[in-house]
Antibody
Framework: QLQLQESGPGLVKPSETLSLTCTVS??????????WGWIRQPPEKGLEWIGS???????YYNPSLESRVTISVDTSKSQFSLKLSSVTAADTAVYYC???????????WGQGTLVSVSS | DIHMTQSPSSLSASVGDRVTITCQAS??????LNWYQQKPGKAPKVLIY???NLETGVPSRFSGSGSGTDFTLTISSLQPEDIATYYC?????????FGGGTKVEIK
């Protein structure tokens, strides 16, 4: 059974870079049928798609975050990563890593990790 | 961006009631609409994809309908385990966008 697990610091200082990694197990990150993505959810708020990456390295980003976001994939480690630069308190959220078919629906989610931005 | 508007934002219903949640897209999205259920403290789970297709393992009391700009999620007989927030999501045009959510509670 496919499982995704987020890892990374739970606290980041303002203006610094948020870095998270998602480890894929129970399935292949090199699947030609899937993208791997990040979605976030501020406390008590809705869901926001951040972006997705294909195993080849091709990426799609939400334009609202594109200038600050990098998503990359390491197939040798079955991991993909998120970097969000110049963070502010508005970036405080639960960050989920996900799998989707082809930028359509998200059929597998990690458990989520809360990242707080505070000095 | 395509804006997704859900209504109501919250509702309270009795066990066994029929519950309907609507989602309206700001522009035409064909059938490229999915529904998710999120229980407190948990990650969302896809219920319906392509407007009306039930994801494997999802109880048949959940159903979806609609096309174009107007969509509906129906729970035919509300159960205590259905207490959650429900989100719609479009994938017709990037960026992928979600509705604001509908919180379902038991009366």
């Amino acid at each position: 059974q496919l499982q995704l697990q987020e890892s990374g610091p739970g606290l980041v200082k303002p203006s610094e870079t948020l870095s998270l990694t998602c480890t894929v197990s129970g399935g292949s990150i090199s699947s030609s049928s899937h993208y791997w993505g990040w979605i976030r959810q501020p406390p008590e708020k809705g869901l926001e798609w951040i972006g997705s990456v294909y195993y080849s390295g091709s990426t799609y980003y939400n334009p609202s975050l594109e200038s600050r976001v990098t998503i990359s994939v390491d197939t040798s480690k079955s991991q993909f990563s998120l970097k969000l630069s110049s963070v502010t308190a508005a970036d405080t959220a639960v960050y989920y890593c996900t799998r989707d078919g082809r930028l359509n629906w998200f059929d597998t989610w990690g458990q989520g990790t809360l990242v707080s931005v505070s000095s | 961006d395509i804006h997704m508007t859900q209504s109501p934002s919250s509702l309270s219903a009795s066990v066994g009631d029929r519950v309907t949640i609507t989602c309206q897209a700001s522009q035409y999205i064909r059938i490229y609409l999915n529904w998710y259920q999120q229980k407190p403290g948990k990650a969302p789970k896809v219920l319906i994809y392509d407007a009306s297709n039930l994801e494997t393992g999802v109880p048949s009391r959940f159903s979806g309908s609609g096309s174009g700009t107007d969509f509906t999620l129906t729970i035919s007989s509300l159960q205590p385990e259905d207490i959650a927030t429900y989100y719609c999501q479009q994938y017709h045009i990037l960026p992928l966008t979600f509705g604001g959510g509908t919180k379902v509670e038991i009366k």
